[in-house]
């Protein structure tokens, strides 16, 4: 499996950004899809993810201001990132966990900032 992460980069407080990511090799029918996002110094933590049966969830401080979908013929996630803060300044990372097993894509910078 490998997951190929695609946008990011740098923009003002209050803007937006969408990171999105596509899965591909052997993918089961029942898998979880999302972004993880690690600041430094700081340890790698969920953002949000969403599942196979469309299940969202968010970590609280991006629930009122992130939006996540999936495409599920083509394996894709996406991650829409509004009302940025500083404090989201982070590597996002792609996640997909399917059976025991958890795939990472490359990791994308995401940067707020004036």
């Known amino acids: 499996v490998q997951l190929q992460a695609s946008g990011g980069g740098l923009v003002q407080p209050g803007g937006s950004l969408r990171v999105s990511c596509t899965a591909s090799g052997t993918i089961f029918n029942i898998n979880t899809m999302g972004w993880y996002h690690q600041a430094p110094g700081k340890q790698r933590e969920s953002v949000a993810s969403m599942t196979t049966s469309g299940n969202a969830n968010f970590t609280d401080s991006v629930r009122s201001r992130f939006t996540i979908w999936r495409e599920h013929g083509k394996n894709a996630v996406n991650l829409q990132m509004n009302k940025l803060k500083s404090e989201d300044t982070a590597v996002y990372y792609c996640?997909?966990?399917?059976?025991?097993?958890?795939?990472w894509g490359q990791g994308t910078l995401v940067t707020v900032s004036s």
């Open positions: 996640n997909l966990h399917q059976g025991l097993d958890n795939y």
